[in-house]
């Protein structure tokens, strides 16, 4: 089992950027494939990135390409959202997720194949 906790949301212009970090507890984080989703106010949740267990495999949706980066690190048991280039409709509430077969799976953009979340954090972009 893991518990996720993020960090680092607030509010930004547009253009701007922030840096998400979501902590896990436990020893296993490793053998955790993680995800980032976001859900703005009557929205679904939605796919924004994801990482491998060991970091060598990545995914985004492709309305956060080339703009944001996750990165993890195993020893710290943190996962990272880097976002630049930040616009108005990025505004939500940003959650980490964890699961151990979604990257195998190929079912990374799915919130129903995580099985933990954290409690989530504000990103807020002023135009």
């Known amino acids: 089992q893991v518990q996720l906790v993020e960090s680092g949301g607030g509010l930004v212009q547009a253009g701007g950027s922030l840096s998400l970090s979501c902590a896990a507890s436990?020893?296993?984080?490793?053998?955790?494939?993680m995800g980032w989703f976001r859900q703005a106010p009557g929205k679904e949740r939605e796919f924004v990135a994801a990482?491998?267990?060991?970091?060598?495999?990545?995914y985004y949706a492709d309305s956060v390409k080339g703009r944001f980066t996750i990165s993890r690190d195993n020893v710290k048991n943190t996962v990272y959202l880097q976002m630049n280039s930040l616009k108005p409709e990025d505004t939500a509430v940003y959650y980490c997720?964890?699961?151990?077969?979604?990257?195998?799976?190929?079912?990374?953009?799915?919130?129903?194949?995580?099985?933990?979340w954290g409690q989530g954090t504000q990103v807020t972009v002023s135009s």
């Open positions: 997720a964890a699961d151990r077969w979604v990257m195998r799976r190929a079912t990374m953009v799915r919130p129903s194949e995580y099985n933990y």
């Open positions: 436990g020893r296993t984080f490793s053998t955790y494939d």
């Open positions: 990482i491998s267990r060991s970091g060598d495999s990545t």
